[in-house]
């Protein structure tokens, strides 16, 4: 496989290796809760930048076609809400490097470092820059309708603003920290085990990009448990977008094109491509398309849900294939906490649709009144115990055939129902068979057991 089995690093490449890295980073005096601030405020800085590249959009088919007469006076009210976030995590990181050392003494100075006073400094710029942009977009979305052309000007304004407030924080070294690392011990094992140094180094970036990635998506997932307002995420969604497009045309023109790569390796970063490209394209042409017009929030949150965890897994799942490639034996819930909680999940899920599924089958073909009661009982503990596991999207749907199987005036009309969710159980059981973290476990249809 190349020459990329593990080996021993030499001393040559390690110094090879630690000349490449960045200079001494200087750090800020900011932790815990206050980086978490930093990180969250560079990723909206940097949507920011995106969002206004209407080809990342996920806009519907007539949307897109016509372009040039769209109303996009729902997407500036993203902007007004990401700017008054922006402005909130500004004064909160100030407060936290401003704030006295001694709590004891109120009228002592903190001692900032010069990190902390230039990113003080560059905060305050900041939000003098986002105020005055906020008024002009407040005042286009009480004038609504927003054209094409005003929202790309609006684009222009909003990212020279913050140029010249010197807040790209990505490009200060402060901000290295920050960061996601690759948190796996096994896989940075892996990365040094490689000998050759290009292939490492690259590799290393791809890993890197993909905890990155998952970083921006946990966003999303706390949004989604506080149930806070979600056309938010947008611009997020629509950062990862980019940058994943990015990583594919780094793979594509850069690790592809290393020297002296086996067929299994370049094979194995053809795959990372396709399903990198084919679930974009399931997301944003699908998933998330026309999701600024939406209006009702059990769409909206429906749309979130599925389009977060068809990511995450794809990024998790992506790196574990590419980990395995070079190491046969690398557990994927060694990368990922919660790679193993989704395992045992999905195994828990899969079994009790299959144990309904089967008696929902037994019930149609031996249709008795005196077993209706039980039957009705079993879907309703599915509905409270194993439902949970499944997408936001599914619940109403077996709500629905709850409601109509408790409901049902004779035989016949609980047979047409209990037909039709046997029918939704079946597709949702393959459905979670080709969950990426079912991979290495196949199912094998147990018997069931009468009771």
Known sequence: MNDAQPVTTTVDEVVAETTALPPPVRETTLTGTGQRWLFELDMLLQSMACFFRVDLHPLSEQGR???????????????????????????????????????????????????????????????????????????????????????????????????????????????????????????????????????RQDLRHVFSSFYRFLRYL??????????????????????????????????????????????????????????????LQKIYGRELAGFAELNQAPPI????????????????????????????????????????????????????????LCHLRRFESRPEKTAVAPLIERITLFRDTSLRFLMYKDWDEYDRFLDTVQSARNLEELLKTIHLLATFLETLLGQINMRAVLANHPFDYPPLDDE
């Open 65 to 199: 076609a016509t372009l040039a007469q769209r109303d996009f006076t729902e997407e500036l009210r993203i902007v007004r809400q990401s700017l008054l976030r922006l402005n909130y995590l500004s004064t909160e990181i100030i407060g936290a490097l401003q704030a006295p050392t001694l709590k004891s003494d109120p009228a002592l100075s903190p001692k900032l470092t010069p990190a902390d006073t230039a990113l003080v400094t560059a905060l305050y710029q900041l939000t003098e820059s986002l105020f005055d942009v906020r008024t002009v977009v407040e005042d286009l979305v009480r004038t609504k309708p927003v054209g094409y052309h005003t929202f790309t000007a609006v684009g222009r304004l909003l990212n020279q603003s913050i140029e010249r407030s010197g807040c790209r924080l990505a490009a200060q070294p402060e901000m290295r920290t920050l960061k996601p690392e690759i948190q796996s011990e096994a896989l940075r094992k892996l990365l040094l085990g490689l000998s050759d140094l290009a292939l």
């Open 218 to 279: 946990d966003f999303i997932q706390d949004d989604l448990r506080q149930d806070r307002p979600l056309k938010g995420t947008l611009p997020i969604f629509i950062l990862v977008r980019a940058e994943t497009e990015a990583l594919i045309e780094f793979i594509e023109n850069r690790l592809m094109r290393l020297p002296n790569l086996l067929p299994d390796v370049t094979d194995a970063f053809d795959a990372t491509v396709y399903a990198l490209e084919m679930e």
């Open 301 to 356: 949150y429906a749309r979130v849900e599925n389009a977060h965890g068809l990511l995450r897994d794809c990024f998790q799942q992506s790196l574990v294939a590419l980990a395995v490639v070079f190491d046969p034996g690398f557990d994927g819930a060694t990368a990922f906490d919660m790679f193993q909680t989704k395992l045992e999940q999905s195994l828990h899920l899969r079994e009790d649709i299959w144990r309904l």
